[in-house]
């Protein structure tokens, strides 16, 4: 593999070398479907309550209000899930600490 310019005067470019590698057989669970889950559960949480709370104002309130009120409503509604799955998870990352210790 031939090195970069940046890399052509380095002394330490044989160590970076030696420590991409050891990145890259790290062992460990994969984060790749927790990530695509943090950002695309949200998205489609507040697209859900968007559309529910649009259905659930039809005809309760005026229609120039629903898509602001039924907007201000999903957004409260996907923080309000965001907070509690933050707080389920430090609760159950404190579990597992916990666990270790003892």
């Not at 669970?29 to 998205?43: C, D, L, N, Y």
Request: charged share 20%; with cysteine.
């Amino acid at each position: 593999m031939a090195q970069s310019e940046s890399c052509k005067d380095c002394g330490h470019a044989h160590d970076c070398k030696a420590v991409y590698k050891q990145l890259g057989c790290a062992e460990g669970p994969s984060i790749a479907w927790t990530a695509v889950i943090a950002f695309v559960a949200p998205i489609l949480l507040f697209i859900g309550a968007l559309a529910g709370f649009g259905r659930l104002l039809e005809n309760v309130v005026d229609r120039r209000y629903q898509t602001p009120l039924a907007a201000a409503m999903a957004v409260a509604a996907t923080m309000g899930a965001m907070l509690a799955v933050r707080i389920v998870a430090a609760r159950r990352r404190n579990k597992q600490v916990s666990e270790r210790t003892v």
